[in-house]
């Protein structure tokens, strides 16, 4: 079964750091250009930062020069380090392939940026 298990949200304050891991159930995926995507209470799914299968990355406006997405195509895993961290970034955390497939979407990982 291809799947995506994203972890390491939680509680952090603002400023702080996190980083978030995508684990593949296989290296499907390895050939694909992947995507970190959240939601926010009451509003849409965005797309935040994208990793081609080659390394090159982009990124949403909102957090450029405090995020960093990056994979190791050894461990089927994509990672998103998270610094200086604001309360505006508090959202569920997905990944994905970058187009999006509905049926690849997991649980999520919570991060809440509070003091």
């Known amino acids: 079964q291809v799947q995506l298990v994203e972890s390491g949200g939680g509680l952090v304050q603002p400023g702080g750091s996190l980083r978030l891991s995508c684990a593949a159930s296989?290296?499907?995926?390895?050939?694909?250009?992947m995507g970190w995507y959240r939601q926010a209470p009451g509003k849409q799914r965005e797309l935040v930062a994208t990793?081609?299968?080659?390394?090159?990355?982009n990124y949403a406006d909102s957090v450029k020069g405090r995020f960093s997405i990056s994979r190791d195509n050894a461990k089927n895993t994509v990672y998103l380090q998270m610094n200086s961290l604001k309360p505006e970034d508090t959202a569920v955390y997905y990944c994905?392939?970058?187009?999006?497939?509905?049926?690849?979407w997991g649980q999520g990982t919570q991060v809440t940026v509070s003091s």
């Open positions: 994905n392939t970058q187009p999006f497939v509905v049926k690849y």
């Open positions: 296989t290296s499907f995926f390895n050939d694909y250009t």
């Open positions: 990793i081609t299968r080659r390394g090159n990355t």
